[in-house]
């Protein structure tokens, strides 16, 4: 669980590698999208403050949707993916499902060892937490998401 003392705040740009060279995709969830389009812009700007060559947004419907715009991702050359998506609970076991295969796509992905895909999905219980972690209290996740991204592209 994110805490006030581990958050995006915690951010040195100046001790980031430059990602001048480095072409990402940031592959967006549409479902959420108050949650997801503030964690596009988080990780985007640090992207642009890192003088990233290229940065393609690509939309999907929803979270599950992730993996697959991933994997069509990876055959583009890019150096890093930060797949971008908000699953909150409901009433149904959906959520569990939901977030389950996308987290366990995701990772197949990382274990194909041909593109980092950098895992930026919020699993909330509620809106607020969400918010929280969108550009709220806690930080926004995109901004993290976009530092590992730019540090895994740079291994």
């Not at 990772?107 to 060892?113: E, H, I, K, R, V």
């Amino acid at each position: 669980m994110a805490t006030n003392s581990q958050n995006s705040k915690h951010i040195v740009h100046e001790k980031l590698p430059v990602a001048q060279d480095l072409r990402f995709a940031l592959i967006v969830s549409q479902w959420n999208s108050e949650i997801t389009n503030r964690l596009y812009e988080g990780a985007h700007q640090i992207l642009q403050q890192q003088q990233a060559k290229q940065i393609d947004r690509i939309d999907v419907p929803g979270s599950f949707e992730l993996v697959y715009a991933s994997r069509v991702a990876i055959k583009k050359n890019y150096d890093a993916i930060i797949a971008i998506g908000n699953v909150i609970r409901g009433e149904t076991s959906h959520f569990d499902y939901v977030c389950q295969g996308v987290t366990n796509g995701i990772q197949q992905l990382n274990a194909m060892g041909t593109v980092p895909v950098i895992f930026c999905v919020l699993t909330d219980d509620t809106i607020e937490q969400s918010r929280a972690r969108s550009g709220g209290s806690l930080g926004n996740k995109g901004e993290e998401a976009a530092v590992a991204a730019i540090l895994m592209a740079s291994l």
